[in-house]
């Protein structure tokens, strides 16, 4: 196996694993339980000082060389797509077609989706947040119609053909009702979105990893405060000195 994903399953995780379905490509899941803290450990920190999976190791890359790790989920979906061949076009026009949205996603849709998610879970226990509330489900809400404008006249978000564009895309859309929107208000949003849903990749891809889950519902309090002290509000770390 050449493939090894250090992976939890959240939205940024099933990137990966739905590419790699998508691609046939055989890999190995390495569990980062980012509830037990298995991002701060030096051995992830070698391969990613931002302590943030998804974080792929390739033992066998193109150049033949040393093993490469790639950090962030849109730069390993554009070093798998260039290592297999598929789901990204090559010509320079389509290229760039897919890379922008590629980077959009990255840029606009996970970071504003989840710091809404965010601010809603914190309300219960941190005092009001409703301008917080506000100003992320307006962008939350906004970025939702962008999709829905770019799918007006086209199938996929790069044109008429799947690439990881939409791989990336979709995943942080899984949870629309979470994020209390109205899929019923972007129906060409939804026409892409029940496609995609139904591709066995896809299925697959959001499967794996589903037996690490925990139902936040169910957590203690202590759970919950412990796990909030380790993954909110974090400053600066001092230099791994190896």
């Not at 965010?118 to 219960?124: E, I, L, N, P, Y």
């Not at 100003?135 to 990881?164: C, P, Q």
Request: glycine share 6%.
């Amino acid at each position: 196996m050449t493939l090894h994903v250090h992976y939890w399953p959240t939205p940024n995780g099933k990137k990966v694993t739905i590419f790699l379905e998508e691609a046939e490509l055989a890999y190995r899941i390495v569990p980062c339980n980012i509830a037990r803290g298995d991002q701060f450990e030096p051995n992830f920190l070698k391969l990613n000082q931002n302590t943030r999976m998804p974080v792929l190791v390739d033992d066998e890359p193109r150049d033949g060389g040393a093993p490469i790790s790639v950090f962030e989920s849109g730069a390993i979906l554009l070093y798998l797509a260039e290592k297999s061949g598929k789901f990204l076009p090559q010509d320079t026009r389509h290229k760039y077609e897919v890379t922008q949205w590629v980077i959009w996603q990255m840029a606009n849709q996970g970071p504003k989706f989840g710091e809404y998610g965010h601010f809603k879970r914190a309300a219960a226990a941190n005092g009001d947040q409703s301008y917080a509330l506000r100003r992320f489900s307006d962008e939350v809400n906004r970025l939702y119609g962008v999709l829905n404008n770019r799918l007006y006249d086209r199938r996929y978000l790069a044109g008429d053909d799947y690439t990881i564009a939409d791989m990336i895309s979709y995943p942080w859309a899984v949870n629309w009702k979470g994020q209390d929107q109205d899929i019923e208000e972007f129906p060409y949003f939804k026409r892409w979105f029940n496609e995609v849903s139904e591709r066995p990749a896809v299925k697959r891809g959001l499967a794996v990893g589903s037996e690490f889950s925990t139902d936040v519902a169910e957590l203690s309090p202590e759970e919950g405060e412990r796990r909030a002290k380790l993954l909110y509000n974090q400053r600066a770390r001092p230099v791994l000195v190896t």
